[in-house]
């Protein structure tokens, strides 16, 4: 029996390179560099100064529903959410909600909330914490709320797996949609630019410029992507995960059916996205996968190697045709 | 070979070996003689000070003792129940392929103890800030840390689904067994009690300064407690190859979100009802096959309700003949090693055919009219148990656990 292709029908990228996949994929075609001096925070007395800040962000544009509060994270996988239904042409309340899924992946989460919630309890003592605060400082607070705001109530996961994240999140997509337990799946990641993690970076002197973004995707099978007239961008020829590129790499190849020779491009975060958009740990991934799919040609494999060390690699092989 | 080609011949996932730490026990032995004795770990705290806190009452991992070189205690409480499970297993590290064998944990606060130092640092304007501190800012950590104590080199990942975790941690690592990503997994929820934790949990109102009382009418509130439950699966072939003792199957799972509220269940248990019936439909079994749940069973007003009226949903008028039990009635809500510490449980259950009990039920509730199982355990031959979580922002998780024949 010859499995259905489960593809790519729409992307929503949010970077320091452009915010919408038109936007985002000229942006890397174009080479464009968004890494600039941070202004989010006093980097004063850190090694590096430099970060790929998304400087203007109107998240009120991307929200179906009006929000007392978001952290920084949630407001980037709120917007990438909505940009990439509306890549796809897709209208999430027509969809049967126990069959459209969500797999997410941040590695430090909600993390400012975290820390304005510490602080809280540092200066006011516990009993007067806010419990208003507290349900944002979770790691699926951002996956959470999505589900929520568009009634998502299929296969739901959030991956936390350092700078694999992204990857694996639509990867386990990817499998959701061929064991058949999810029609529709939205994944990717999502990564903000928060002091703590950005000073303690450079404290662990980590070379990379870090960055913030997301990317979230739509994932169906092809049938259903062309029924709705989806620009598709990709088809997601195979996928693997392991503890090293290559365990991962050759799981994904074998999966794809494919030999290494075939492949006509490289675009991981470390070879490319990085550069551009600063590194987004938990978004990285994803925001590799989107721009490699603006890179490649029809016709063309790409394959996507995404590795946090000492923990999870995950590679992706992505055709168009 | 491709996905879809190891789907077809779909690998049997195994239980061969299991770890806890948690409030009534630091070995798999002792935990399971006290949940079936109807024994309950929650007492007043003592590791911090808890006068100025809401609540005072939790369930400590009491006979544990804390890591003296400053190691963050939650790691360490994943890193026993792992080297528990891999003892019980009879895995040396000569034993497996560490490039194959790998370890999916899942949290909800991780190793929040230590990061907290990083917090301090950037408040009161320090640098460089602490690279431990920072490192546990992201849960990846725990997962890395306990991995390479282990010797593990295959696939290394972390979950947080809130206080589903456990059990989708489960789940997710059966899948990289079943697709062939793997060979041997390390699957579990860690979780320590920490004033962080303690001050947050409490502010939203979800726990009782009286006796947790999972169904019963007058249950005012769960009380959260700490530890980890690790359970070590491996490809059914595998195990049988080298000779494991095999405890159960890992028969299927789903998780799914309610879609619905941050900390409300959908007020018919719909998302609950569903989560059963993905991993029902993942294990290809029907509800009459099902002879136990373990339930999520908090002792909250709402959870309680809800879980009761998905289960009728998903089991008709059979949902009066399962026995259900909440075993938070003696150990306490274990964050997101609840669900996992409840598998391992589950996986026990069927082992010698013992189901524990729900403790402190007194006054039934017109709400919860099925058979919790109340205040003494009962023996009864268990083949397939559906063991059931859910969690903060509407997440659910569900695992069926098989006798192997």
């Given at each position: 029996m010859m499995a259905e292709r489960i593809v790519i029908s729409g992307v929503g990228p949010v970077s320091a390179i452009g915010i919408g996949w038109e936007h985002f994929a000229n942006a890397v075609r174009d080479g464009l560099c968004g890494i600039g001096d941070v202004t989010a925070f006093d980097v004063d007395g850190c090694r590096n100064q430099q970060a790929g800040e998304i400087i203007e962000l109107d998240v009120d544009g991307y929200l179906a529903t009006e929000k007392n509060y978001l952290d920084r994270n949630s407001e980037l996988a709120f917007a990438a959410a909505k940009l990439a239904f509306d890549d796809a042409g897709f209208h999430p309340s027509e969809a049967a909600t126990d069959r459209f899924g969500l797999c997410l992946g941040t590695a430090y989460g909600n993390v400012d909330t975290q820390r304005s919630f510490y602080d809280l309890l540092i200066e006011k003592g516990p009993k007067f914490v806010s419990p208003f605060l507290f349900p944002h400082t979770y790691s699926n607070t951002s996956a959470s709320l999505l589900a929520i705001e568009y009634s998502i109530r299929g296969v739901h996961a959030n991956f936390c797996s350092g700078s694999a994240a992204g990857a694996e999140a639509i990867l386990y997509a990817f499998d959701s949609l061929r064991l058949g337990r999810a029609d529709v799946m939205l994944a990717g990641g999502a990564e903000s630019l928060s002091e703590v993690v950005f000073k303690g970076l450079d404290s662990a002197g980590d070379e990379r410029i870090p960055g913030e973004g997301a990317a979230l995707m739509l994932l169906e099978p092809e049938r259903s992507a062309k029924a709705r007239s989806a620009p598709i961008r990709g088809i997601i020829a195979g996928a693997g995960a392991g503890g090293s590129v290559d365990a991962a790499k050759g799981l994904a190849l074998a999966d794809a059916g494919?030999?290494?020779?075939?492949?006509d491009v490289e675009f991981g975060p470390d070879q490319a996205i990085d550069r551009m958009v600063g590194h987004t740990t938990g978004a990285s991934g994803a925001l590799a996968v989107a721009g490699a799919l603006a890179v490649i040609d029809k016709g063309c494999f790409a394959l996507v190697n995404t590795c946090e060390p000492g923990g999870v690699c995950v590679s992706i092989v992505l055709e168009r045709d | 070979m491709s996905v879809n080609d190891a789907n077809e011949k779909r690998r049997s996932v195994v239980v061969t070996g299991m770890g806890v730490v948690c409030c009534v026990g630091c070995s798999v032995e002792d935990f399971w003689r006290a949940v079936c004795a109807g024994q309950s770990g929650i007492r007043p705290l003592d590791r911090f000070d808890v006068s100025n806190h809401r609540i005072q009452k939790g369930g400590q991992a009491w006979g544990f003792a804390p890591p003296a070189d400053g190691t963050d205690l939650a790691t360490v409480f994943a890193l026993a129940a792992s080297q528990q499970a891999m003892q019980n297993a009879g895995l040396a590290p000569d034993r497996f392929d560490p490039a194959r064998a790998g370890i999916v944990l899942a949290t909800n606060f991780g190793a929040i103890e230590t990061a907290r130092t990083a917090f301090d640092q950037i408040r009161n304007h320090e640098?460089?800030?602490s690279i431990p501190a920072f490192r546990s800012l992201c849960f990846q950590s725990t997962s890395k840390d306990v991995a390479s104590a282990l010797s593990l080199a295959g696939p290394v990942s972390s979950l947080s689904l809130s206080c589903a975790s456990g059990n989708a941690a489960i789940g997710y690592a059966a899948d990289l067994i079943r697709l062939g990503r793997a060979d041997m997994m390390l699957a579990g929820g860690f979780d320590a009690i920490t004033e962080y934790a303690w001050a947050g949990l409490s502010a939203l109102k979800?726990?009782?300064?009286k006796e947790i009382r999972p169904f019963d009418l007058n249950r005012s509130q769960t009380i959260f407690s700490e530890g980890a439950g690790i359970l070590l699966l491996e490809d059914r072939k595998r195990a049988e190859a080298r000779g494991a003792t095999i405890l159960a199957e890992v028969a299927g799972h789903g998780m799914n979100n309610n879609g619905h509220h941050m900390a409300h269940p959908c007020p018919n248990g719909e998302g609950t009802a569903a989560v059963m019936q993905m991993a029902l439909a993942d294990a290809g079994m029907t509800p009459n096959e099902i002879d136990h749940i373990n339930a999520h069973g908090t002792g909250t007003k709402l959870n309680d309700s809800t879980e009761t009226a998905a289960i009728k949903t998903v089991f008709g008028k059979r949902a009066y003949e399962i026995p259900i039990n909440s075993i938070k009635s003696m150990i306490g809500h274990v964050m997101g090693a609840a669900s996992s510490v409840e598998a391992i449980a589950s996986v026990l259950t069927i082992r010698d055919s013992v189901i524990p009990p729900t403790i402190n039920y007194e006054t039934p509730d017109p709400e919860c009219d099925l058979n919790y199982v109340p205040n003494v355990k009962i023996e009864r031959k268990v083949d397939a148990v559906l063991n059931n979580s859910a969690g903060i922002g509407g997440c659910n998780a569900a695992v069926i656990f098989r006798r192997c024949g």
């Amino acid at each position: 029996m010859m499995a259905e292709r489960i593809v790519i029908s729409g992307v929503g990228p949010v970077s320091a390179i452009g915010i919408g996949w038109e936007h985002f994929a000229n942006a890397v075609r174009d080479g464009l560099c968004g890494i600039g001096d941070v202004t989010a925070f006093d980097v004063d007395g850190c090694r590096n100064q430099q970060a790929g800040e998304i400087i203007e962000l109107d998240v009120d544009g991307y929200l179906a529903t009006e929000k007392n509060y978001l952290d920084r994270n949630s407001e980037l996988a709120f917007a990438a959410a909505k940009l990439a239904f509306d890549d796809a042409g897709f209208h999430p309340s027509e969809a049967a909600t126990d069959r459209f899924g969500l797999c997410l992946g941040t590695a430090y989460g909600n993390v400012d909330t975290q820390r304005s919630f510490y602080d809280l309890l540092i200066e006011k003592g516990p009993k007067f914490v806010s419990p208003f605060l507290f349900p944002h400082t979770y790691s699926n607070t951002s996956a959470s709320l999505l589900a929520i705001e568009y009634s998502i109530r299929g296969v739901h996961a959030n991956f936390c797996s350092g700078s694999a994240a992204g990857a694996e999140a639509i990867l386990y997509a990817f499998d959701s949609l061929r064991l058949g337990r999810a029609d529709v799946m939205l994944a990717g990641g999502a990564e903000s630019l928060s002091e703590v993690v950005f000073k303690g970076l450079d404290s662990a002197g980590d070379e990379r410029i870090p960055g913030e973004g997301a990317a979230l995707m739509l994932l169906e099978p092809e049938r259903s992507a062309k029924a709705r007239s989806a620009p598709i961008r990709g088809i997601i020829a195979g996928a693997g995960a392991g503890g090293s590129v290559d365990a991962a790499k050759g799981l994904a190849l074998a999966d794809a059916g494919i030999l290494e020779k075939r492949i006509d491009v490289e675009f991981g975060p470390d070879q490319a996205i990085d550069r551009m958009v600063g590194h987004t740990t938990g978004a990285s991934g994803a925001l590799a996968v989107a721009g490699a799919l603006a890179v490649i040609d029809k016709g063309c494999f790409a394959l996507v190697n995404t590795c946090e060390p000492g923990g999870v690699c995950v590679s992706i092989v992505l055709e168009r045709d | 070979m491709s996905v879809n080609d190891a789907n077809e011949k779909r690998r049997s996932v195994v239980v061969t070996g299991m770890g806890v730490v948690c409030c009534v026990g630091c070995s798999v032995e002792d935990f399971w003689r006290a949940v079936c004795a109807g024994q309950s770990g929650i007492r007043p705290l003592d590791r911090f000070d808890v006068s100025n806190h809401r609540i005072q009452k939790g369930g400590q991992a009491w006979g544990f003792a804390p890591p003296a070189d400053g190691t963050d205690l939650a790691t360490v409480f994943a890193l026993a129940a792992s080297q528990q499970a891999m003892q019980n297993a009879g895995l040396a590290p000569d034993r497996f392929d560490p490039a194959r064998a790998g370890i999916v944990l899942a949290t909800n606060f991780g190793a929040i103890e230590t990061a907290r130092t990083a917090f301090d640092q950037i408040r009161n304007h320090e640098y460089p800030l602490s690279i431990p501190a920072f490192r546990s800012l992201c849960f990846q950590s725990t997962s890395k840390d306990v991995a390479s104590a282990l010797s593990l080199a295959g696939p290394v990942s972390s979950l947080s689904l809130s206080c589903a975790s456990g059990n989708a941690a489960i789940g997710y690592a059966a899948d990289l067994i079943r697709l062939g990503r793997a060979d041997m997994m390390l699957a579990g929820g860690f979780d320590a009690i920490t004033e962080y934790a303690w001050a947050g949990l409490s502010a939203l109102k979800t726990m009782t300064t009286k006796e947790i009382r999972p169904f019963d009418l007058n249950r005012s509130q769960t009380i959260f407690s700490e530890g980890a439950g690790i359970l070590l699966l491996e490809d059914r072939k595998r195990a049988e190859a080298r000779g494991a003792t095999i405890l159960a199957e890992v028969a299927g799972h789903g998780m799914n979100n309610n879609g619905h509220h941050m900390a409300h269940p959908c007020p018919n248990g719909e998302g609950t009802a569903a989560v059963m019936q993905m991993a029902l439909a993942d294990a290809g079994m029907t509800p009459n096959e099902i002879d136990h749940i373990n339930a999520h069973g908090t002792g909250t007003k709402l959870n309680d309700s809800t879980e009761t009226a998905a289960i009728k949903t998903v089991f008709g008028k059979r949902a009066y003949e399962i026995p259900i039990n909440s075993i938070k009635s003696m150990i306490g809500h274990v964050m997101g090693a609840a669900s996992s510490v409840e598998a391992i449980a589950s996986v026990l259950t069927i082992r010698d055919s013992v189901i524990p009990p729900t403790i402190n039920y007194e006054t039934p509730d017109p709400e919860c009219d099925l058979n919790y199982v109340p205040n003494v355990k009962i023996e009864r031959k268990v083949d397939a148990v559906l063991n059931n979580s859910a969690g903060i922002g509407g997440c659910n998780a569900a695992v069926i656990f098989r006798r192997c024949g």
